[in-house]
């Protein structure tokens, strides 16, 4: 039921810039799009949110095109520890409904 | 802030038993929503409350699962009898505003369950 379509797994090295891009072609006028990364053995953890164009914070980049029918999540430099789960989010609306599914998300593995 | 309490961290019941979960969310947040994470995949929703009602339960296995929430602010989650199937992490989250909303989901850090 999950909304969003992201790559399964990346691999990258130190130093290099990652970006991982999610695909939400029916995303509802009023989403949002969040980005969360998730640790072993830890809750996801928020990362960035974003409606349009783009969005930076200390951590990452969101970039949104003017269709919003896709994102691109922008890790600059990335460290080992950056191996996480990176997971994106839009709202689901049926019927009265408003949940926020998780898909299956993106495995990046940074290497030294 | 304190974030999102869970507890137990771990547990271990063979099938057929009972166990519960307990979630103390961020103070102030209006919406409570429970997750259950299989290994290997994504989080999957089970049930999301509004204060202390329920707004979502549509993924709840009702026959063997059941969740409260007391005064809009802790929350229980409750598996009776347990099956082998179960086995997974259980996740709390809390976010501040009323649904729909798009203020960030803020998780503790789960309980693992194991049945045997």
């Known amino acids: 039921l999950a909304k969003t379509t992201q790559p399964i797994s990346m691999d990258s090295y130190e130093g290099q810039e990652v970006n991982i891009t999610c695909s939400h072609n029916?995303?509802?006028?009023?989403?949002?799009i969040t980005w969360y990364q998730q640790f072993p053995s830890q809750g996801p953890r928020f990362i960035i949110q974003?409606?349009?164009t783009k969005v930076t914070n200390e951590v990452a980049s969101l970039f949104i095109p003017a269709d919003r029918k896709s994102s691109t999540l922008s890790l600059p430099r990335v460290s080992l520890s950056d191996t996480a789960v990176y997971y994106c989010?839009?709202?689901?609306?049926?019927?009265?409904?408003?949940?926020?599914?998780f898909g299956s998300g993106t495995r990046l593995l940074v290497r030294p | 802030e304190a974030g999102v309490a869970q507890s137990p961290r771990y547990k271990i019941i063979e099938k057929r038993q009972s166990v519960a979960f307990w979630c103390n969310p961020i103070?102030?947040?209006?919406?409570l929503y429970w997750y259950q994470q299989i290994l290997g995949q994504g989080p999957k929703l089970l049930i999301q409350?509004?204060?202390?009602?329920?707004?979502?339960d549509s993924q709840l296995p009702k026959d063997r699962f059941s969740a409260e929430r007391l005064k809009g602010v802790d929350s229980t989650l409750k598996i009776q009898p347990a099956k082998l199937e179960d086995s997974a992490v259980y996740l709390c989250?809390?976010?501040?505003?009323?649904?729909?909303?798009?203020?960030?989901?803020?998780f503790g850090n789960g309980t693992r369950l194991t049945v045997t």
């Open positions: 989250a809390s976010s501040l505003g009323d649904i729909p909303d798009n203020s960030p989901l803020h």
């Open positions: 029916n995303i509802a006028t009023n989403d949002y």
């Open positions: 974003g409606y349009k």
């Open positions: 989010l839009v709202g689901d609306q049926r019927d009265s409904s408003y949940k926020l599914i």
């Open positions: 103070s102030g947040h209006a919406t």
């Open positions: 409350f509004q204060n202390n009602g329920v707004v979502d």
